[in-house]
Nanobody, 123 residues
Framework: VQLVESGGGLVQPGGSLRLSCAAS????????MGWFRQAPGKERVLVAA????????YYGGTAKGRATISRDNAKNTLYLQMNSLKPEDTAVYYC?????????????????WGQGTQVTVSS
């Protein structure tokens, strides 16, 4: 099983990023997926989660209104579009897969995790 995030980097405040997560080694289309982030010295928190077919989506409070999660089951890829980025969005962003049918906000209900991609928002 592999989850490989990409698209992170340095961006100025107010800018945008699109993160991608390429999945392999499991049946991506049957898993709920989530994006989490962890800032230095802080706990890992959920940014957004999406059900297996994209029919149900949840956004965490930190990114609500500025983030869009999506998936392409034909490409086994998860996306996170982040707009109006702020310095407090600086963190390592992780994608994760959950074999639960419904969207879950509980990180302990995610079975697989990527290595993370660094997002730094700074001028």
């Amino acid at each position: 099983v592999q989850l490989v995030e990409s698209g992170g980097g340095l961006v100025q405040p107010g800018g945008s990023l699109r993160l991608s997560c390429a999945a392999s080694g499991f049946t991506f289309s049957t898993y709920a997926m989530g994006w989490f982030r962890q800032a230095p010295g802080k706990e890992r928190v959920l940014v957004a989660a999406i059900s297996w077919n994209g029919g149900n989506i949840y956004y965490g409070g930190t990114a609500k209104g500025r983030a869009t999660i999506s998936r392409d089951n034909a490409k086994n890829t998860l996306y996170l579009q982040m707009n109006s980025l702020k310095p407090e969005d600086t963190a390592v962003y992780y994608c994760a897969a959950s074999n639960r049918v419904v969207v879950t906000t509980n990180q302990y209900q995610y079975n697989y995790w990527g290595q993370g991609t660094q997002v730094t928002v700074s001028s």
